[in-house]
Every structure is written in C-alpha cells, then in structure tokens.
C-alpha cells in the first residue's frame, strides 16, 4: 500500500507521538543548556552525598538546616572545580584533584551533545573551539554566581578562582567532548583522529607529552601505594584513633582515594628530586626526610620516617629518565624527520613541554591546609617543573635521537615522509548536521557517482553531473533511441 505526500502529511498532523528527529539550535543556545545541564548533574549529586553525611556525623559539621547544606554541598561542587575557600584560621588551598572527574566527565558529555546538536561551522579545529567557548563562558558565569551564593560567614569560597578555573576545565573537558564527537565518524581510533587534528608536528610532540606524563604519573601512584603497603599498620592506627564509625569510615575512604591523584603528584616531586612540604620548614626528599606534626589523615601514613631517606626509595629516581625515554620515542613513532640532528631537538621540546605540564598539575595538587605552618604543603611547583624538564628532555632528545635513525635505518628512502609534507586537507561541516562531516574517498578516474543526492550537498552534485564547475571528468551519455 502506497500514500501520497498529501496522505503524509496528515499522518504527521494527526499523530500524538512525534517522530524523534536531529534539532539544530543556536550554538550559544545550546551551550547555555548543556552548561546548566551539566552544572545541575554535578550539584545533584554532591548535594545527596552531603545529606548522607549531615544524617550520619553531628549535624552542625556539614551546615546548620537544609539551607546550610545546600550551601556546603555548592562549596564541594566549587571544591571539585580546585577553587579554594578562606575560613577564619587562614585559607584552604589543598584540594583533591580526584573530585574533578566528576565535572570532568560531565563537561565531556556536554561538548559532545554541543557538537550534535548545535550549529557548528567552519572546519575541525575550529568548531572544536566554538563548542569549547559555547560551554565554558556560561559555566564560568554559573559558577561565580554559586560561589556568591556560597557565601558564609564562616566560609568564603573564592569567586575569581570558581570563575577561571571553572572556564578551564570547561574548555579542556568540553573541548575533548566535541572533538571525541566530531571524529566519530572517521575509520580510525576517536583518540587517534583526535590527534589528527592538530598539526602534524605538534601532534608528534603531543604524543611524546601524553606518553612521558602517563609514565611520570603511574609510576608516582606505585610508589604512593608501595609505601602506604609498607606503612598499612599505621595506617590502621590512624582509622582508630579517628573512630570515624561506619558510614564516617566510608566517607574518609572516599576521601582519601580522591586525594589519590594529589598523593601521586607528590611522589613523582619525590622521584624527580626535589620532593614536597608537610608543613612549613619540613622537607620529604631522596636527601632526607625532615617532618614535625602531620594531621591525622591516612594517606599521610605513607610518608617515610624522618631520617635518610630509605635506600629502595631511591629507585623512584630513575623514573622521570624512564618516562622520557618513552616521550621521545613517542614524538619520532608519530613524526620521524630526515634531518638526523632534528630529532634530539623535538624529543628535548617535549620533555620541556611535560615539565611544564607536571609543574602545572603539582602547582595544582598542594596549597594551604589553614594558617600556621600547615600553610606550606606539596611540592613546589617550579622546583620540580625545572627539574622534571631537565631530565625527561635529555633522556627523551637521546631516545629521539636513537629511535629516528632506527626507523629511518629500516625504511626504504622512497618510503621516508619529509617534514615539509603538506597536511592532511580539513573538511568543513555541513549543514544542518555538522557532525556527519567525514572524508569522501576520491573515485577512480572516469567512474562517476549513480544516484541522486538531496540536501544542501545535492546541488552541487547535479551541477556535476550537468557538467557545470563541478565537473571533474567528462559524462558519457547514451545516443537516443529512434
């Protein structure tokens, strides 16, 4: 049985449940509501964690009635964002870095939905940064408001904090989202295609980057949890002098394991030299341990006794030269060069770009725990910056060095790739789906394309087919039939 148009169209007017369809919104619009969406998602679930915590502990701790609640539950949602807060003794600066996986995972979905759903135009990179934007403008907005809204006389979240660093990891996550999304469509692997999207040397140095930071890390969350196995007695004393009951127990696991993150940043100071603070004039270092009182927080149980350092710490020094080894041959894996004495140099800039990295994320994993000595805590950002520079660039320039001639050793010469190469070639989006945007293979020459297209790509395939600009290769018609 067929129907007319006529015949759909009344189907359509007459049927209750509308048929599910792609809307296309403004891209502000869209990053207004993705914002607030993933803003609202986030405070939900912090608000419940914090009623179950105001139902189990003394009352008074966590905020007087529901009004104080909900304003501890805002100031845990600017927490999990890094933003500190002042309280009458001082400031509080050091926050868990494992609470920002939350918000993180939140803004990762909110830049794919912006990038299917909203008006995105222009090519890759720039859409990628339009949808960026989109989603972390509003979300700053949103997130000064709430901290003035937070605001106590007994804590006082930082506004300007809540404001940049809440656009920050808008753009960084939110950007990762729709970049995930908009290279769905390629055959390749999506963090593959994601890497496609920058340069093709930066993209070679983003990989050293990735590579050596993913070993500096995992080797410091080793070495933060051997440690706490060797001090796991300790750890225990601490669990009972605390009392904190079963629920209480459950809440101060969960918050040690969100200081995870903040721990291994500390033990990758400790393998690259300089070490970190527990308190101002204390020092934990391969040159010795030199510590006074500590707070009574497990994971601090992991710290080694005050003395010289133990000689199988000494072992975690070798890890930043492991993890530039991995860096450089990463960088040269993704690039290779034919200019011999180029290769040492990209392997150098990428451990320098990897100390930046490591001294940004341990600028980020200590700060103030109130006035008083406990103001110094964590390493110091530069020192271990400088440092992790200095020995992940020279061992990832010789591994460069090594790997490139390796490579181009075993290569034909007519198969070697030269830097000047031009790029790959960047699509535009299309309209009204953007997202769909995907590489055409080029046809072989003299076949043409069968069919007709509808759309806004369809025009320019009849004028290729009547022979108009388009028209790339001549059209071979039947004669007419007497």
């Not at 529901?66 to 002042?86: S, Y």
């Not at 500590?294 to 133990?310: D, R, V, W």
């Not at 070798?318 to 991995?326: D, E, K, S, T, Y």
């Not at 000595?373 to 950002?381: K, L």
Request: charged share 15%; with cysteine.
């Amino acid at each position: 049985m067929t129907t007319t148009d006529h015949d759909d169209a009344e189907l359509e007017d007459t049927d209750p449940s509308p048929v599910a369809e792609t809307v296309t919104r403004p891209l502000a619009v869209t990053g207004i509501v993705a914002a607030v969406w993933a803003a609202g998602i986030g405070l939900t679930v912090l608000v419940t964690i914090t009623l179950i915590g105001w139902i189990a502990a003394p009352r008074s701790a966590l905020g007087t009635g529901l009004p104080g609640v909900f304003r501890t539950a805002v100031g845990f949602w600017l927490v999990a964002h890094h933003a500190g807060f002042t309280v009458p003794h001082g400031r509080v600066g050091l926050l868990p870095l494992g609470l920002m996986i939350l918000p993180g995972m939140l803004l990762f979905r909110a830049g794919g939905w912006i990038a299917r759903t909203g008006r995105v135009r222009g090519r890759y990179r720039i859409g990628v940064t339009h949808a960026a934007f989109a989603l972390a403008i509003p979300y700053a907005v949103l997130s000064g408001l709430l901290a003035l809204l937070a605001r106590s006389s007994a804590i006082q979240p930082s506004a300007w904090q809540g404001l940049l660093l809440c656009f920050l990891l808008a753009m960084f996550a939110g950007g990762l989202g729709a970049a995930r999304t908009l290279v769905s469509t390629t055959n390749r692997a999506p963090w593959v295609a994601m890497l496609g999207l920058l340069p093709r040397r930066a993209r070679s140095v983003a990989a050293g980057v990735t590579g050596a930071t993913a070993v500096l890390l995992g080797a410091g969350v080793l070495i933060f949890l051997a440690s706490l196995l060797f001090h796991f007695s300790e750890a225990e004393n601490l669990y009972g002098v605390l009392k904190p009951g079963v629920v209480g127990g459950i809440l101060l696991t969960l918050i040690g394991l969100v200081y995870l993150p903040n721990a291994a940043l500390w033990a990758v100071g400790y393998a690259v030299g300089p070490g970190f603070a527990v308190g101002a004039g204390t020092s934990v270092s391969p040159s010795g341990v030199f510590v006074g009182m500590i707070p009574a927080f497990p994971p601090f149980a992991a710290l080694p006794e005050p003395g010289p350092a133990p000689a199988v710490s000494l072992l975690a020094l070798g890890v930043p030269f492991i993890a530039g080894a991995v860096g450089g041959v990463f960088t040269i894996r993704y690039q290779p060069t034919e200019a011999t004495e180029a290769a040492p140099l990209w392997g150098f800039v990428s451990g320098v770009v990897t100390g930046g990295v490591i001294a940004f994320l341990a600028a980020l994993s200590g700060g103030p725990l109130g006035g008083g000595r406990m103001a110094v805590m964590g390493p110091s950002a530069w020192q271990v910056g400088l440092l992790a520079a200095l020995e992940v660039g020279v061992s990832a320039a010789i591994a460069a060095w090594i790997a490139n001639w390796r490579l181009l050793r075993r290569r034909p010469a007519a198969q070697e790739t030269p830097d000047d190469e031009p790029d790959t070639e960047e699509l535009e989006f299309e309209e009204p789906d953007p997202v769909l945007a995907s590489v055409d293979e080029p046809l072989p020459e003299g076949v043409i394309p069968i069919g007709d297209w509808t759309g806004p790509r369809g025009a320019a395939s009849r004028s290729r087919d009547d022979g108009g600009p388009g028209d790339v290769s001549p059209i071979r018609r039947r004669p007419p039939r007497d």
